[in-house]
């Protein structure tokens, strides 16, 4: 029997349909050994905002900005004032801004980003950064982490956060990395804070809440969650690991307690073209509306470098 949440849920099959766009990826990119990933859109007044990041030489990273129009999704103006973040010069992130997270406050109208914020000297942690609406321009909340890495399954970092808000609730899901390697120990947790006050922020004690489906395709680490609310049900794209591959997988939850995985698992996996720029390996599945449709960023790779596309719902 059909339980209300279920009848009025996005179909799992939704989810496991996005096909790359057939031409324009990546969407953003830099001649390697660059990197232009990390990349977060929201949608403001018909445009598209690109929130995406550039790993320059010596694994520094800033924040740059872009904008689309909805009725195109790749014809792509770059802000001439890039980068709009940049590392501090004595904060917990002098190294490396990361991972924004753009959306908008409800309560006072203004556009907040979680990003991740890489110190010298200290592991990666979650920070805010405010606008007024000019999504080119960002101020810092605050100049220490509002999720520090704190715990023991955070020990290295607590970071690569996504949101939604529901009623007077953010709620973030974000990486623990407990050692200091990309691709074990890395797990998904959750936390929230009140639309009143966006720095708040309150970790699940159950932390961490997700660790892999049980399945082979991501039995050595969780990463990347993005977070999308459904009119039921809260869902979440993440990067699952192998210890090879890099491929996303879905699933969903009422309370961020218990998933239920995609049967479809995993929904997107490297693009079986050796010359493909993510035939190596995808991550970072950000899903947003479009109108009456659904489409979604994520980051490619090949080699050694990550790149960004665009995946899209087409009609057959």
Not at 15 to 30: C, D, H, Q, V, Y
Not at 32 to 59: E, M, S
Not at 270 to 283: R, T, Y
């Amino acid at each position: 029997m059909e339980t209300d949440a279920e009848k009025d849920a996005i179909p799992f099959e939704l989810f496991a349909s996005f096909k790359r766009i057939e031409t324009g990826n990546p969407i953003i990119a830099l001649p390697p050994p660059l990197w232009a990933a990390a990349t977060h859109a929201i949608i403001v007044d018909g445009t598209a905002h690109y929130i995406w990041c550039k790993r320059d030489h010596g694994v520094r990273w800033l924040i740059m900005h872009a904008t689309a129009p909805i009725s195109n999704l790749t014809d792509i103006t770059q802000d001439a004032r890039n980068p709009i973040i940049e590392p501090s010069a004595d904060g917990f992130d002098n190294a490396a801004v990361e991972y924004p997270f753009p959306f908008r406050n409800p309560v006072d109208g203004k556009f907040y980003m979680y990003y991740r914020g890489k110190g010298e000297t200290t592991p990666e942690q979650t920070g805010l950064l405010v606008s007024d609406g000019d999504l080119g321009e960002w101020q810092r909340v605050q100049h220490t982490p509002v999720i520090p890495a704190d715990t023991e399954h955070e020990r290295h970092g607590s970071t690569h956060p996504s949101v939604a808000v529901e009623g007077d609730t953010i709620h973030i899901v974000y990486t623990g990395k407990a050692t200091r390697s990309f691709g074990e120990g890395l797990t998904m947790c959750h936390a929230t804070a009140p639309t009143s006050d966006p720095a708040a922020v309150t970790k699940n004690p159950a932390n961490p809440v997700f660790t892999g489906s049980g399945e082979t395709w991501d039995s050595k680490a969780v990463r990347e969650t993005e977070l999308f609310k459904g009119p039921q049900y809260f869902h979440i794209i993440y990067g699952g690991f192998d210890g090879e591959v890099w491929r996303m997988g879905h699933v969903r939850t009422l309370d961020f307690q218990t998933f239920e995985p995609n049967p479809y698992n995993p929904i997107f996996t490297p693009s079986d073209d050796p010359e493909a720029f993510d035939c190596d390996g995808v991550l970072t599945g950000q899903i947003f509306e479009v109108g009456d449709t659904y489409a979604m960023l994520y980051a490619g790779k090949k080699g050694q470098e990550w790149q960004t596309g665009l995946a899209t719902i087409r009609e057959d």
